[in-house]
């Protein structure tokens, strides 16, 4: 590996050791103590919490929607600048720096940590919504959800906008968010030696300065975002999964019941902790992909095949002709799905992308900059393309053609089990469906927690299991305590609020990464000529 650590900083430098930790002061201190207190004030509370998130959704995304859609653009024109640029012949970790995992392993860690529980949930859902508030006589009205000013009355057009808008907010703009964490995580430490935290990737501005209260900071702010915008995924998966065995087993759909499954799947995810990133993670999200794959295959056969296949491409032109559309911030009129819709997505993966990004940059040593950046941006947007093709497609298929309008008549959560229901082996493929979630939760719980605690043990990557299992533990507890103070608004309201601010470090960060290959390809020009 080439390094460069002329800073004089090793990682865990201010950590301190006491009951069996080695954690960093304060950054974990901090966070701990914060995320202690928010649990058990929100618990002693809830009416209030309740009345205090509902509130605070609308609000916050009023007032900084535009900063989120203009930082989305900047990320997807920073990647797409690094695949073209000079800086992409630069290796993670050094010239002769080998990958460390094959690219079937490296994909499917990278999808599973990305958004296995969110397409599970919005799958279906999200295209159906788009259409029918796009083909309603109401379209392009204040009180309409529609994208734009929708297609009221052409189901067709209603169609393509729904796809189009569906996948803009599961494409090229998360995916480019994940990807300016991770490579700049991946940079600083796999070329510069530095830490495997946040605040290595600000050394290119601040210099020493990350080692001081501002890096405090940065990495505190990396800990709530990550925490909160994980807790939102884990609340989706915990309403799903409870839907799913709801409608399959009747399980009862009640507080008890989606805190006693956060419980045992998060029981299940501490095993995982214990096992590690190889045994654990990766056999995981090894075992989600084959899964995913299985699942999204039956869809495709099953289905209406030729309309998916066809779907696929014709989507992808619908998205790209709307793209400029669905990506201006200035004179919207579409409120309710601008900030609805978009404004919290852009928080949410903003708040994922600590998260994300670093168990990205973990996985991707070897790597050269072009090849991370396109493989992250673009493998996984077009399989969620195809994702949602072939899950969302199939529901307005049902729908227009079929005339099938359970799959819009019931909540959000059991959508992906009413489309299922009207195609062959419905049990078998919604059970599939049910385990899906629970994997994905259980992968999203066990990295999130791996995440959480390289950033608060100072970069260390061979801290205490306990302290993973801390962090995995609160991970359920926000998720619970958010569900019962207010349900998927308390969740949304809970990422949006941590992945504003963060917005603005991610900004800074494309700066510094910028400025840090350009330092790199400097000295390797210079080191050329001697």
Known sequence: MSVDND????AGQHNVKFLGLDVHNPVFIISAAVIVLFVLATSLAQEGATEFFGWLRPTVTEYFNWLLIIAGNVFVLFCLFLIVSPYGKIRLGGADAKPDYSYSGWFAMLFAAGMGIGLMFFGVSEPISHYSSSVADNAGTAESWAPLAGAAGDQAEAMRLGMAATIFHWGLHPWAIYAVVGLALAFFCYNRGLPLTVRSAFYPIFGKAVWGPLGHLIDT???????FGLATSLGFGAEQAIAGLNHLFGVPVSATSKVVLIAAITAIALVSVMAGLDAGVKRLSEINMVLAALLLLFVIIVGPTVAILTGFFTNLVAYVEYLPALSNFVGRDDTN???GWTAFYWAWWISWSPFVGMFIA????????????????LVPSLACVLWMTA???TALSQIVNDGYTAVTEVDLPLKLFAMLEVLPLAAVSSFIGIVLVIVFFVT??????????TITAGGKLDAPVVQRIFWAVFEGLVAIVLLLAGGLAALQAAAITTGIPFAVVL?????????????????????AQT
């Open 7 to 10: 800073t004089g900083y090793r």
């Open 221 to 227: 702010l990396a800990v709530f975002a990550t925490l």
């Open 337 to 339: 799905f601008y900030n």
């Open 362 to 377: 973990r996985v991707s040593k070897g790597r050269t900059v072009r090849e991370f950046v396109t493989c992250v941006l």
């Open 391 to 393: 899950f969302g497609g």
């Open 444 to 453: 999203s719980s066990d990295s999130g927690s791996l995440v959480i605690d």
């Open 507 to 527: 900004l800074l960060m494309c700066f510094a990464l910028w400025k840090g290959l350009h330092q790199e390809r400097a000295k390797v020009g210079a080191l």
